[in-house]
């Protein structure tokens, strides 16, 4: 089984998820000649990827990669595929992950199994299992039979052990111009400095009850002391007191962290489909019936105004 994993970067630096799909693709082969990392932009340090299990790095450079395109990125994507003549092809289920993948699996005419949280290879049988119904039940997908798979894995929820296997000896590949007639112009990026919450480890989200985008600080106070990146359900972000970028559920991000504190989150199905499946739930709502409370590790009911700022101030002098 040869694997081609889509190792994603932004600004020249490898996301955290390249390095799990890296480790995961080892995992499955147990041979990094049977890996191959599918680096596409501009000026990416791939040094970088020496030792995570992959025997060689294909690498589209080109300064129109500096911004995603898809017309662009699926083309690279492609001529990698050609180049290795992979069995599977491996991403994270990002905004990216989740854009190329199914464009180019109906491409190639391949199977896909999407936003998977366990997988097995066995022959030329891939079966994998992924939430569905809004994280409600788990479904095991089989996809049989020879010819080239994809899938992409959840970010956070397989580990990225650095199997420190693998010379990621880079060659280059070229790649056809895009027939798409579209241009990326611009990309506006949010200002935060912390992890992106696909990526994030630890998230503090707020609700509606925060109030107002002034508000929000108590939760930034919150998540500054343990490095964590503030997320937020869709009806504060409707409010404007956050944006879009920061809404977590079925219509913002999916996330797997290994804490999530809810604060002031009623605990919808459509918010909770982006983020049930988080290690620790910790929640502070007010009123003890909160079907939040019904995912939730460790549930405190008190006013968030009150309990926040409290355990800021605890973490601070224990951190
Ligand atoms: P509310 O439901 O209003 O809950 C506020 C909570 O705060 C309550 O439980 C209350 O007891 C508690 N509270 C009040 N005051 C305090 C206080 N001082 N301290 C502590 N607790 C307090 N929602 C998402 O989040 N993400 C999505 O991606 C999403 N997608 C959607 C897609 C569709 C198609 C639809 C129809 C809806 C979607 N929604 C989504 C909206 C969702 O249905 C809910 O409306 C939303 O999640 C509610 O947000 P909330 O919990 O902040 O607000």
Redesign the pocket.
């Known amino acids: 089984m040869k694997i081609l994993v889509l190792i994603e970067q932004r600004d020249g630096k490898i996301k955290n998820s390249a390095y799990e799909a890296l480790s995961l693709a080892h995992k499955l082969t147990g041979n990094p000649s049977d890996v191959a990392g599918a680096v596409i932009g501009s000026g990416v340090n791939t040094s970088e990827l020496a030792g995570w299990g992959a025997e060689s790095i294909l690498y589209a450079e080109n300064s129109s990669f500096e911004r995603y395109n898809i017309g662009n990125y699926s083309n690279a994507l492609e001529a990698a595929i050609k180049s290795f003549e992979p069995d599977l092809i491996l991403a994270a289920a990002s905004p990216m992950g989740k854009d190329i993948l199914p464009r180019l699996a109906a491409r190639c005419d391949a199977g896909i199994i999407t936003d998977v949280v366990d997988i097995n290879v066995s022959g030329n049988n891939t079966s994998a299992t992924k939430p569905m119904y809004a994280g409600k039940c788990l479904a095991e997908v089989h996809l049989q039979g020879e010819g080239l798979k994809f899938v992409s894995i959840r970010p956070n929820v397989f580990g990225s052990d650095k199997p420190d296997a693998g010379s990621a000896t880079v060659s280059r590949i070229e790649v056809p111009d895009s027939t798409l007639d579209m241009k990326t112009t611009e990309v506006r990026k949010g200002t935060s400095e912390k992890a992106d919450l696909t990526e994030a480890v630890r998230i503090v989200a707020?609700?509606?009850?925060v109030g107002s985008a002034d508000n929000f600080k108590i939760l930034d106070e919150c998540a500054n002391v343990m490095n964590a990146t503030v997320g937020?359900?869709?009806?504060?972000?409707d409010s404007g007191y956050a944006p879009h970028s920061m809404?977590?559920?079925?219509?913002?991000k999916t996330v797997n962290p290994n804490l999530y504190l809810a604060?002031?989150?009623?605990?919808?199905?459509?918010?909770m489909?982006?983020m049930r499946t988080s290690k620790v739930i910790v929640a502070?709502?007010?009123?003890p019936e909160?079907p939040?409370f019904s995912v939730a590790d460790y549930g405190i009911v008190?006013?968030?105004?009150e309990?926040v700022p409290l355990l800021t101030k605890k973490l601070q002098s224990m951190l």
């Open positions: 707020g609700g509606r009850s937020a359900s869709r009806a504060a972000v809404q977590v559920g079925q219509t913002g604060c002031g989150i009623s605990g919808s199905i459509q918010h489909a982006g502070i709502n007010t009123d909160a939040i008190a006013d968030l105004f309990a």
